[in-house]
């Protein structure tokens, strides 16, 4: 019976493990907004999704407030900014507070108006402090003062996407739950244990499935995640740094997860041939 309750313990501590972990990831690194930063501000040194990413906050950029004699000065300006918007000192904070912003847009709770004027249907970004940035510099080469906006959003995907945001920020939080009940199992798997060593190397081999698994699930995740047309420009070119950057961050949980497994199995096969082999040195 005790063999029994082990087994199933060490099972169950594997199956939640295999789940907690990818959710605990996605939480630290998707839904939380450090992580997020922290994994999408390399993409701002990425040229080609700085030109059109500079070209769609420049474009935005209100010159109403200019006098007519001045658009022909302005116009150079505003196609000069735009390819030398990355090239400025405060380019740097200006991007990583676009990914703050619209990280909390996008995975943040809708507000009834948002939903009414469809800027939260679907995934935003709020270009705002670039086209801050922008301004400051066409103010300043043109002298003639503008006012940049509060914000300015740029719709990057579809409703369906939207939804998965909203899934992710409610359900990823549950793996540390999960990451609980996985202790908690293998905890009894051990107390129940006639052969402890049995447990670690069950353990260990279920670490190196889960994170085979993982890796395939990545896989096919990214591919699909790449092959999807998000309907915008801009977003596609996020979505193309951004996913392999995302399958490469968890691709080392997969790693340092396989490694641990192989660790567990090694010592529990040894610790299960030093046990075997003791009673018949004693005869």
Known sequence: MRTLVSAVATILGVLLAAVAVPAIWVDRTIVGED?????????????EFQRQLATAAVGTIDTSAVPGFLNDLVQPVLENAATSLAGLPGYPAAWEETLRRSHRLSFGPA???AAETGQASSLTLDVAPLVALGTEEISRTTGVPLDPPQET??????PQHREWAERLSTYAPMGYLLAGGSGVAFLLALVAARRRWAVAAGAGLGGLAAAGAWAAASGIGSAQALSTDTGNEVANLFRDAFVPAAAEDFGTWTTVTAITGGVLLVVGLVAGAVSRRGPRANR
Request: glycine share 14%.
């Open 35 to 47: 992580g997020f930063v922290h994994l999408a501000a390399p993409l701002g040194s990425n040229t």
């Open 153 to 158: 959003l740029i719709n990057v995907g579809q």
């Open 111 to 113: 507000s009834a108006d």
